[in-house]
């Protein structure tokens, strides 16, 4: 729970086979608004506590919007299994609802998509599909999930017999999970410098359940088959990737999730206009990078949002006061329009 400057409203998405179903959109409202806004998304294990990736674009003139989806973060209920899905498509009702609030009802022009790992895919996929509707502006990919971090016959015949199991049986738990490597990079507790809820973001993860690698693998064979995203998109990863099960402190300057070398060779099938950036030293989550590296990640940013998007200067806001705010409080959750 964050507090002041953030609020939250929540998403009423009906039911599905465990209950009724939420999602939470967070927003930060920037001092000097531009119409310009960002919608982040999250990835697996994951939920929105990168308060600094919102300050950088608040300071900008960018409205920061942040979606906790269903089943995750502010969004999971004591009834449902976490971060589980059976098609990535059914994130989209929330996307959308997220683009109506932020462009029709608060009136914004310009809307930059930021999906990170699972959100990156899902990102991806939802921009495809709804390519004709123009909801969004531009597209940055941190560290997308595009294929699974494994060697082929794992990638490929035993995911194809996984997805099988997972049509028939989709809560079936599977004999393998993320690990703690990446974790214990994160978390003050551990080895980083970040503070954040371990109920919602567990060191090692939530079971991974055969459902939910059918759905990845449906999206990441679409994605690979080709999409027609017809908005610039830049995607940023790491420069290479950490492949050991326990801890070594060359975790600290590579992704230690995924296969950067998939990202880079995949990135063409999002679309005609697709910027590549790669980063010594960084993370999964490259926002969550050192703060050299963050620094540069936020640089190019910024410069790719100023040359593709028309986003003017990206200087941020002269220091002093701040203009009085009424004061707002994230826990007190605000009923979506429907």
Not at 12 to 32: I, K, Q
Not at 68 to 73: A, I, N, V
Not at 292 to 306: D, H
Request: proline share 8%.
């Amino acid at each position: 729970m964050l507090g002041p400057p953030y609020e939250r409203q929540t998403i009423d998405l009906g039911t599905d086979d465990e209950g009724p179903v939420v999602a939470t959109l967070v927003r930060r409202r920037a001092e000097r608004p531009t119409g310009r806004a960002v919608l982040y998304v999250h990835g697996f294990v994951d939920y929105f506590f990168q308060t600094h990736v919102a300050d950088f674009f608040a300071e900008r003139g960018w409205d920061f919007y942040a979606l906790d989806l269903r089943k995750y973060g502010r969004s999971l209920q004591p009834h449902q299994t976490p971060n589980f899905c059976r098609d990535l498509s059914e994130y989209f009702p929330e996307l959308d609802a997220a683009v109506k609030i932020i462009r029709a009802d608060e009136g914004h022009d310009t809307l930059l998509a930021m999906g990170h790992s699972t959100g990156g895919l899902i990102i991806s996929l939802w921009a495809h599909a709804r390519r004709e509707a123009g909801l969004v502006d531009g597209i940055f990919l941190n560290s997308p999930f595009f294929d699974i971090n494994a060697p082929w016959l794992v990638r490929r015949p035993l995911a194809a017999a996984v997805s099988r199991l997972g049509r028939r049986a989709p809560q079936r738990v599977l004999p393998f999970g993320l690990g703690t490597v990446y974790g214990e990079s994160l978390h003050a507790d551990h080895r980083g410098e970040w503070r954040y809820d371990l109920a919602w973001k567990p060191l090692a993860g939530f079971p991974v359940r055969a459902g939910w690698i059918n759905a990845i693998r449906a999206g990441q064979r679409q994605l690979r088959a080709g999409l027609d995203i017809p908005v610039p998109v830049l995607l940023a990863c790491s420069n290479r990737s950490y492949r050991g099960t326990k801890w070594h402190d060359s975790a600290t300057l590579a992704d230690a999730v995924l296969d950067v070398e998939h990202m880079v060779r995949w990135a063409p099938r999002l679309g005609p206009h697709v910027t590549l950036a790669r980063f010594d030293g960084g993370l999964h989550d490259l926002t969550l990078s050192g703060p050299a590296v963050r620094e540069k990640v936020f640089a190019e940013v910024g410069r790719w949002a100023e040359g593709f998007l028309g986003a003017g200067p990206t200087d941020p806001e002269p220091t002093g006061p701040p203009a009085a705010r009424p004061p707002v409080d994230d826990r007190a959750a605000a009923p979506a329009e429907s």
